[in-house]
């Protein structure tokens, strides 16, 4: 029988990237060595009939994400991505390290401004960042947490090394996938699963809804926490759902909270509850039509009030944006050192700042666009990313015109060929490349981080945008277990329902359409 690996070729197309599983061809990395002797006996055919009944399966689950104005199922890949212990201890203290800072940073800006009496970040990059928001100002968290939930994007380099794309502390998505993924894998291959020491990714809903309610305002000790959502045509609506039905909580439109006295009350059928916690996932320019946009009917009015009077608490914080700000990226080593007295564990991409500090550099982006990624500045899943070495005549100078007009607006970075991974494309296996979303909850007293994350893989070949939103794809990411540790449970298993919540709001119906996640 001829081996699924026959005609794999290791070149990442015009980018020589590295392969995740393969040191040389044929010969696979260590933490794939099961994984390989397991797949190479499947004919295509069989693996093909596989990736059917997964997207059958994804489809009558509901998971599924919008593309291109059709709701199609959210393409997992049956080969996985692995992660040896070791590695994964390293990505863990520096994602820590990176919240750490970025937590120390936020309550600063909106605060006290040590960073910039002390020149470490100018204050005009601050206050001309679309996602700073003076209503944040002197707002202090009841345990001093702003980044409940984190993800910061790391990508491998072409030597191996992990570094750090981009860091997501508003609404960052996704974690809804990695809990589907681990599931549907588990039930339609799980013959992969029996030589490998794989760490579970059921703990998330549970650490999740502990650091929530570590975040309730002070003197309430049982605390009503819920989940806020644009409503059903939001784009990432499943993963809304699926979260607050595992962790049993109320999933809440705008219209279901109302806020006088700066307390919060949910309408049910029982007639008003308290509410002290609100995971939101409507962005921040939704969330208070009293503060924000005030035609916003997906928010809920005076709710930035009862935050700032302490009566409830909104994760994310309000104005967590400036820290995605991605020239604010830039800094954020120097944030390490200033607020951690530490080295970065992790580098950034390397990056060049093209505001009006120095216009040399500016000159010489502008002279080498066809050699470089320019990104806007506020920029999500993916969009008005320009990559220089595959970008047309017209799209570049189109690209010139726009960094001349807001220099502030752009970062620009060196192309990094992002590591590939073996890819199921019909009936063949192909290198695609791949980024890497870890998840960090904050309590108060632990950053945790879910073993794997989102591994997000760019289908078309070639591609480096890896986003969902663009036509990207992912794979169930393993973190194996350290060898003297105790066996991961055999079978990993998901709750498909929570406790009782029969007493919850009304039946949620439409609402304006929002994009609210990262």
């Not at 990395?29 to 002797?37: D, G, K, M, Q, V």
């Not at 500045?377 to 960094?403: C, F, N, S, Y």
């Not at 220099?407 to 990094?416: C, H, K, L, N």
């Amino acid at each position: 029988m001829a081996d699924i690996f026959d005609d794999y070729s290791m070149s990442g197309g015009m980018f020589e990237a590295w392969d995740e599983m393969f040191e040389r061809p044929g010969q696979p990395r260590s933490p794939y060595r099961s994984l390989f002797a397991a797949l190479q006996p499947l004919a295509p055919a069989d693996l093909r009939f596989r990736a059917d009944q997964l997207a059958r399966v994804f489809t009558d689950r509901g998971v599924t994400f919008a593309y291109a104005g059709e709701e199609r199922p959210f393409p997992l890949d049956l080969i996985p991505r692995i992660l040896d212990a070791a590695e994964w201890d390293l990505l863990t203290a520096a994602v820590q390290q990176r919240v750490k800072a970025l937590e120390a940073f936020l309550a600063d800006i909106y605060g006290a401004g040590r960073v910039f009496h002390d020149g470490v970040v100018p204050r005009k990059l601050i206050t001309t960042s679309a996602h700073f928001h003076r209503q944040a100002y002197g707002v202090e968290p009841p345990n001093g947490v702003r980044v409940h939930i984190s993800g910061v994007d790391l990508v491998r380099d072409e030597q191996g090394r992990f570094c750090v794309l981009e860091d997501n502390l508003r609404i960052p998505s996704g974690v809804s996938y990695v809990i589907e993924n681990r599931r549907a894998l588990t039930h339609t291959m799980p013959a992969l699963f029996a030589d490998a020491r794989v760490r579970p990714v059921d703990d998330y809903p549970a650490r999740l809804l502990a650091a929530l309610r570590a975040a309730a305002p002070e003197g309430v000790d049982d605390p009503t926490v819920v989940v806020l959502t644009p409503g059903v045509y939001n784009a990432a609506y499943f993963e809304h759902a699926l979260l607050a039905r595992l962790m049993g909580v109320e999933l809440v439109e705008g219209r279901d909270l109302v806020c006088s006295g700066n307390r919060v009350r949910m309408r049910t059928t029982q007639g008003e509850r308290p509410v002290h916690v609100v995971y939101r996932r409507v962005d921040d320019e939704f969330i208070d039509p009293l503060h924000f946009r005030p035609d916003s009917v997906i928010g809920c009015p005076g709710i930035v009030n009862a935050a700032r009077a302490g009566q409830v608490t909104l994760a994310n914080a309000v104005g967590n944006g400036v820290a995605d700000d991605k020239l604010i990226y830039t800094y954020v080593p120097d944030l390490i050192r200033y607020y951690l007295s530490e080295e970065p564990l992790i580098d950034n991409v390397e990056t060049y700042r093209l505001d009006d500090r120095d216009p040399d550099v500016l000159h010489d982006v502008l002279d080498r666009l066809d050699q470089l990624v320019l990104k806007p500045v506020d920029g999500a899943g993916g969009k008005g990313i320009v990559i220089g070495p595959q970008a047309g005549p017209e799209a570049l100078a189109a690209l010139r015109t726009a960094v001349e007009k807001d220099p502030r607006g752009w970062i620009a970075q060196r192309p990094v060929a992002l590591s590939t991974s073996p890819t199921l494309l019909g009936d063949r296996v192909a290198p695609r490349h791949i980024d890497l979303r870890p998840f960090a909850v904050n309590d108060g007293n632990e950053i945790w981080l879910l073993p794997g994350g989102l591994t997000r893989v760019a289908l078309p070949e070639g591609a480096l945008v890896v986003n969902s939103s663009q036509g990207g794809g992912s794979k169930d990411t393993w973190v194996l277990a350290h060898p003297g540790d105790p066996a991961p449970p055999a079978r990993q298993r998901i709750p498909l329902e929570p406790r009782d919540t029969s007493s919850g709001p009304r039946d949620s119906g439409p609402a304006a359409a929002q994009m609210a996640g990262q």
